[in-house]
């Protein structure tokens, strides 16, 4: 009886053990992903009036999730390719567009942003990266088609 008491006691701390650890996952981990982009874009349009690539982000959860820190890349050997800035808020179940159009100026909060880099029409690597600079919340790989 004790050593079936000892299976259970320790099936409970690893039970616990795993709970807890699954409660560290950030809430954009859980929620926010790549829901849709172009990369031959003709029609969108930013608020300049140009016609460039873009990135739809879709935040799939009845919470606000702030992406600042959080990165989007083309390239699965530089992460932290493009930074969000601080705070970029979306609201449950909201969309975000980013237009990829390579613009070198920095992205300020609160405004439509814009990455460094564009998407390829013959298809690349396309991720979302967590605030670590490594963990990978939504990814097209090895390149989207």
């Known amino acids: 009886m ?11 701390a690893l039970l616990g053990c795993i709970i ?3 409660g560290t996952l950030s809430t954009a ?3 926010v992903r790549i829901n849709e982009f ?8 930013d608020s300049s009036g140009q016609a460039s ?9 009845n919470e606000s999730i702030d992406l600042g820190g959080c990165y989007l890349t083309d390239t699965p050997n530089e992460l932290t390719r493009w930074q969000f800035p601080n705070p970029t808020t979306m609201s449950a179940n909201s969309y ?3 237009f990829a159009d390579s613009t070198t100026t920095p992205p300020i909060a609160g405004r439509e942003l814009h990455t460094s880099f564009s ?9 979302l990266v ?3 600079g490594t963990t990978i919340l939504s990814e097209y790989a090895p390149k989207y088609p």
């Open 20 to 22: 807890l650890c699954a």
């Open 96 to 98: 975000l567009v980013v």
């Open 53 to 61: 690539d873009w990135i739809e982000l879709f935040n799939d959860s």
């Open 29 to 31: 981990e859980a929620a």
């Open 38 to 45: 172009s990369a031959s874009n003709s029609t969108y349009k």
């Open 2 to 12: 004790k050593k079936n008491l000892n299976i259970s006691t320790g099936f409970i």
């Open 130 to 132: 967590d605030k670590d």
């Open 119 to 127: 998407l390829s029409k013959t298809g690349e690597y396309l991720a």
